[in-house]
């Protein structure tokens, strides 16, 4: 069964850095386009950054300069560093894999992580 673990989370100042990690089993985490996706309090969900099977990133621009994905493929995880930490940056950081749940009738469904949250407070 396909399953994605977030960690890393916690209470860290402005300005401040953590790096999440997201680890993976269940499927070939090396074929996989990855996610980070997250959610601040009230809010709805937002996407962060991607990467893909060429390592190829994507992110949004509230991020530009200040994250940073990468993946192990030998350890089946992902990882985001996260630097310049502000308000802004506090809620929940989901990692997502797209399409890595086969279903019988030959559907790729995308699976997510419980989450890792994130505060940024002084």
């Known amino acids: 069964e396909v399953q994605l673990v977030e960690s890393g989370g916690g209470l860290v100042q402005p300005g401040g850095s953590l790096r999440l990690s997201c680890t993976a089993s269940g499927f070939t985490f090396s074929n996989a386009a990855m996610s980070w996706v997250r959610q601040a309090p009230g809010k709805g969900l937002a996407w962060v950054y991607n990467?893909?099977?060429?390592?190829?990133?994507y992110y949004a621009d509230s991020v530009k300069g200040r994250f940073t994905i990468s993946r192990d493929n030998a350890k089946n995880t992902m990882y985001l560093q996260m630097n310049s930490l502000n308000a802004e940056d506090t809620g929940v950081y989901y990692c997502?894999?797209?399409?890595?749940?086969?279903?019988?009738?030959?559907?790729?469904?995308?699976?997510w992580g419980q989450g890792t949250l994130v505060t940024v407070s002084s």
């Open positions: 990467i893909y099977r060429d390592d190829s990133p």
């Open positions: 997502a894999g797209f399409g890595v749940v086969r279903t019988t009738h030959g559907d790729a469904l995308d699976a």
